[in-house]
């Protein structure tokens, strides 16, 4: 009888343990600032960029920013994602805030 009760907590703690290891990592939040008048992300967390890069057709992530790319600082909006690759939410973002940075504009007039 001990070595049924025995087999079966080891077959129970086997089947907990590897649940445990089947769970994939969660993705840590990450805060962005995003640019929509140059439609560029900033990470202030490891100071880089992300911007979309014409010539590659990619998303390039940098320290600093090309030359050819001008970041206008107004308006800003803080995004959230889950990991670093906040551009793959670009398309909503774009919809997002675009009508925002016209009604800023609006009241500036």
């Known amino acids: 009888m001990k070595r049924i009760i025995l087999?079966?907590?080891?077959?129970?703690?086997?089947?907990s343990s590897t649940r445990v290891f089947a769970q994939a990592p969660q993705e840590t939040r990450?805060?962005?600032?995003?640019?929509?008048?140059?439609?560029?992300?900033?990470?202030?967390?490891?100071?880089?960029?992300w911007y979309y890069d014409d010539v590659s057709a990619t998303?390039?992530?940098?320290?600093?920013?090309?030359?050819t790319v001008v970041?206008?600082?107004?308006?800003?909006?803080?995004?959230?994602?889950?990991?670093?690759?906040v551009w793959k939410d670009n398309a909503t973002h774009m919809?997002?805030?675009k009508g925002k940075k016209d009604e800023t504009k609006a009241k500036k007039n």
């Open 7 to 15: 087999a079966l907590a080891l077959l129970f703690a086997l089947g």
């Open 30 to 49: 990450v805060r962005f600032y995003y640019y929509p008048s140059s439609n560029i992300y900033y990470n202030p967390t490891n100071t880089e960029y």
């Open 59 to 67: 998303w390039t992530q940098v320290k600093e920013l090309p030359s």
């Open 71 to 85: 970041v206008t600082k107004s308006p800003r909006y803080t995004v959230y994602y889950n990991g670093e690759d």
């Open 95 to 97: 919809k997002k805030y």
